[in-house]
């Protein structure tokens, strides 16, 4: 499964910004898709995941209610949308996927990423 990330970009504190992240090579509807982020200096951390159908969603307390994550399995692609985005949401953002796994916020469960995609929020 090959992942391409985009979407992110340079933005002022309180505005908001929409992730994609297209899926190709491998049975897009059978994985669990999750966002991570990290910042300069700090550990890859979890943000959001999407169960298989779309039907369950799973956030970091950081980012509950204000991000919301999407999946299209017609498109093969997962979307991060980020509002009310502050400056330490600054990060490289990643989308990940896993074929076995029911849900996870652990990075390492993942078996497939995509290269990241850069979210700047200037204060």
Avoid at 88 to 93: G, P
Wanted: hydrophobic share 35%; aromatic share 10%; with cysteine.
């Amino acid at each position: 499964v090959q992942l391409q990330a985009s979407g992110g970009g340079l933005v002022q504190a309180g505005g908001s910004l929409r992730l994609s992240c297209a899926a190709s090579g491998g049975s897009f509807s059978a994985a669990i898709m999750g966002w991570f982020r990290q910042a300069p200096g700090k550990e890859r951390e979890f943000v959001a995941a999407v169960s298989r159908s779309g039907s369950a969603t799973y956030y970091a307390d950081s980012v509950k209610g204000r991000f919301t994550i999407s999946r299209i399995n017609a498109k093969n692609t997962v979307a991060l949308q980020m509002n009310s985005l502050e400056p330490e949401d600054t990060a490289l953002y990643y989308c990940a996927a896993d074929m076995n796994i029911r849900q996870s916020a652990r990075d390492k469960d993942y078996e497939y990423w995509g290269q990241g995609t850069q979210v700047t929020v200037s204060s």
